[in-house]
């Protein structure tokens, strides 16, 4: 399941802001450093916003599952075009339902 919800959470961070919003449970909260605490509707609405990435490098990978849990956590490295690589501590807690997978909590810290 684990390895599923790895391939899941890359996708997450490089697919279009429609795709990625469709993988957000409706309770889902998002933490930033600069942005703060992040309901779903204003996840939805900074995905729209931003440039997506263009790739992503997950190391030093964590994940710790149960029937209807798994919670990721890892060092991310990515990069978008023209800047700098962004490096950040992040975790993503995954829930299931009705037999579908859904993002309820993620969170960066800068590294």
Do not use: N
């Amino acid at each position: 399941m684990a390895d599923d919800l790895w391939r899941e959470e890359r996708e997450f961070w490089l697919s279009g802001a429609a795709e990625a919003a469709r993988k957000l449970d409706d309770a889902c909260l998002m933490a930033f450093a600069p942005t703060g605490i992040l309901t779903r509707r204003r996840v939805v609405e900074a995905l729209s916003a931003a440039p997506r990435w263009q790739e992503v490098t997950m190391s030093d990978r964590a994940a710790i599952e149960t029937d209807v849990l798994c919670v990721l956590a890892y060092h991310a490295a990515a990069r978008r075009a023209g800047a700098e690589t962004y490096r950040a501590l992040c975790t993503t807690t995954w829930i299931r339902r009705d037999g579908d997978w859904r993002i309820v909590q993620h969170q960066q810290t800068p590294a």
